[in-house]
């Protein structure tokens, strides 16, 4: 049972902006522990998307945002597009679990 | 261009053994942690372990600590992870993936790169 809670599906039509929570605690995303987040198509390699609560890797679209505050995360998608079509996970450490652990996991379907 | 590939999965008796490998390239294997990743079928992914890029620190995630052991070879740049005792609930996808820095660093990402994975498989 994953100490990071997200949303099962999330969906939009093309062009939309849609939005995924993270919801952890005080030992997780409320510390000093950044959230970062994957995306990771089905049969493919996961692919970190958002680091540090809010920085893009070299190469990911800005149409990608991540945001945080108090025990809440959030990965924010403008502009959907067909290839967003994907599962997101968030990521942070936990103190008392003393590991990292991943969210739930949101499965985004474009319309 | 970072490139990892997992071998060794495949189909074993609950209570038996498994050793799965990761070959690394593309980048200075010593100069980076390395991560186990799985994911069980139909479910999210869940962190198993991590080695420092010296391999002499380990972690692992409570519902693996005492049944697996992961190492490092850097001079064949290759991870390992051992896989005693298993269980049905051991069947996953296991992916390996490159840590953002040398040491474990629970501020960072768990991984900055990741393999395509290798099923492990745990039925009688």
């Known amino acids: 049972q994953s100490v990071l809670t997200q949303p099962p599906s999330v969906s939009g039509a093309p062009g939309q902006r849609v939005t995924i929570s993270c919801t952890g605690s005080?030992?997780?995303?409320?510390?000093?522990?950044?959230v970062h987040w994957y995306q990771h198509l089905p049969g493919r390699a996961p692919k970190l998307l958002i680091y540090?609560?809010?920085n893009r890797p070299s190469g990911v679209p800005d149409r990608f945002s991540g945001s945080k505050s108090d025990t809440l995360a959030s990965l924010a998608i403008t502009g959907l597009q067909a290839e967003d079509e994907a599962d997101y996970y968030c990521q942070s450490y936990d103190s008392s679990l003393s590991g990292y652990v991943f969210g739930t996991g949101t499965k985004v379907t474009v319309l | 261009e970072v490139q990892l590939l997992e071998s060794g999965g495949g189909l074993v008796q609950p209570g038996g053994s498994l050793r799965l490998s990761c070959a690394a390239s593309g980048f200075t294997f010593s100069g980076y942690a390395m991560n186990w990743v799985r994911q069980a079928p139909g479910k999210g992914l869940e962190w198993v372990s991590i080695i420092s890029g010296r391999g002499n620190k380990m972690y692992y995630a409570d519902s693996v600590r005492g049944r697996f052991t992961v190492s490092r070879d850097n001079a064949k740049n290759t991870l390992y992870l051992q896989m005693n005792s298993l269980r049905a609930e051991d069947t996953a996808v296991y992916y390996c993936?490159?840590?953002?820095?040398?040491?474990?660093?629970?501020?960072?990402?768990?991984?900055?790169?990741w393999g395509q994975g290798t099923l492990v498989t745990v039925s009688s």
């Open positions: 005080s030992s997780n995303i409320g510390v000093p522990f950044d």
């Open positions: 993936a490159k840590h953002p820095i040398v040491l474990v660093a629970p501020a960072h990402p768990v991984a900055d790169s």
């Open positions: 540090g609560n809010n």
